[in-house]
């Protein structure tokens, strides 16, 4: 039971942080969604965002992060 009570707690933790980490991005008014590349359709009663460029951007910024992260652990 004590394991369990651990990993809400680290759990918890890594909600707040990521919460803490969206609320400053989003004061940054980065365009993030909005880059040259997103398709955006807008219809008479619905609007769709198709963010690729934006994905594919996340994509690489975190596979190189996580390439990093890698290497300084071995």
Do not use: H, Q
């Not at 369990?4 to 919460?19: N, R, T």
């Not at 993030?32 to 398709?39: A, K, N, Q, T, V």
């Not at 609007?47 to 071995?74: A, D, M």
């Amino acid at each position: 039971m004590n394991d369990v009570g651990k990993l809400l707690i680290l759990a918890g933790g890594v909600l707040v942080f990521l919460g803490v980490v969206l609320t400053v991005v989003g004061r940054l008014d980065l365009p993030l969604g909005r880059l040259p590349g997103d398709i955006v359709y807008r219809g008479k009663n619905t609007t769709v965002y198709f963010p690729i460029v934006t994905s594919i951007l996340l994509s690489v910024v975190l596979s190189v992060l996580l390439y990093f992260v890698g290497r300084w652990r071995r």
